[in-house]
């Protein structure tokens, strides 16, 4: 069609969006043990800051436990801290090198308050994508006003945008669902 306009660009930028969502939802509890669960916390170590996978080894050996191997054994007490800190509401067990993490039930105020961050999340995702769609949509124009392209190519291409941008959108929604339903499962 156009060799002036990369639609591919956009799908990435799209994808890209998409990626960051399931990345965000990852990282809310839902009743059963993940190590992702863990992912977004940092330890102040050595100095600096750095992702919890740096200093050790998350696994997952019951359905409602995490286990958490630090390295270093003089980061456990930092990973203790950042683990209690993170505002997940979980109270590691200390067993020399090794934190054991018992995930409580979910009591439904607390999965409401999940799924409606998981909404904020897929609200977020949702403009970013559309950011994106306007950005291409923006190049578009300005091709068109170039005389880099005819404006039925320019209406073609828009049409494709559109449909990328409502299957992204339909696509993260998707993904929100099936993570309200494993936060709303008892």
């Given at each position: 069609?156009?060799?002036?306009?990369?639609?591919?660009?956009?799908?990435?930028?799209?994808?890209?969006?998409?990626?960051?969502?399931?990345?965000?939802?990852?990282?809310?509890?839902?009743?059963?043990?993940s190590a992702?669960l863990l992912?977004?916390?940092?330890?102040?170590?050595?100095?600096?800051?750095?992702?919890i996978n740096?200093?050790?080894?998350?696994?997952?050996?019951?359905?409602?436990?995490?286990?958490?191997?630090?390295?270093?054994?003089?980061?456990?007490?930092?990973?203790?801290?950042?683990?209690?800190?993170?505002?997940?509401?979980?109270?590691?067990?200390?067993?020399?090198?090794?934190?054991?993490?018992?995930?409580?039930?979910?009591?439904?105020?607390?999965?409401?308050?999940?799924?409606?961050?998981?909404?904020?999340?897929?609200?977020?995702?949702?403009?970013?994508?559309?950011?994106?769609?306007?950005?291409?949509?923006?190049?578009?124009?300005?091709?068109?006003?170039?005389?880099?392209?005819?404006?039925?190519?320019?209406?073609?291409?828009?049409?494709?945008?559109?449909?990328?941008?409502?299957?992204?959108?339909?696509?993260?929604?998707?993904?929100?669902?099936?993570?309200?339903?494993?936060?709303?499962?008892?």
């Amino acid at each position: 069609m156009s060799d002036v306009f990369d639609i591919n660009d956009l799908k990435r930028r799209m994808e890209g969006a998409v990626n960051a969502l399931k990345h965000d939802l990852g990282g809310l509890r839902t009743g059963r043990a993940s190590a992702s669960l863990l992912e977004p916390i940092v330890i102040e170590a050595y100095g600096s800051t750095m992702p919890i996978n740096q200093v050790a080894n998350i696994s997952v050996p019951e359905a409602r436990m995490l286990s958490v191997s630090v390295w270093d054994k003089t980061m456990v007490g930092a990973v203790e801290r950042a683990i209690r800190d993170s505002g997940l509401g979980l109270n590691p067990i200390t067993d020399g090198t090794t934190l054991r993490i018992p995930l409580p039930e979910l009591n439904e105020q607390r999965r409401k308050e999940l799924v409606k961050i998981a909404h904020q999340y897929a609200e977020q995702g949702r403009i970013a994508v559309r950011h994106v769609r306007r950005d291409g949509m923006d190049q578009l124009k300005k091709l068109e006003k170039d005389s880099e392209i005819s404006q039925d190519e320019g209406r073609v291409l828009a049409e494709r945008v559109q449909k990328l941008t409502d299957d992204t959108i339909a696509e993260m929604d998707k993904i929100v669902a099936v993570k309200e339903g494993e936060i709303m499962q008892v």
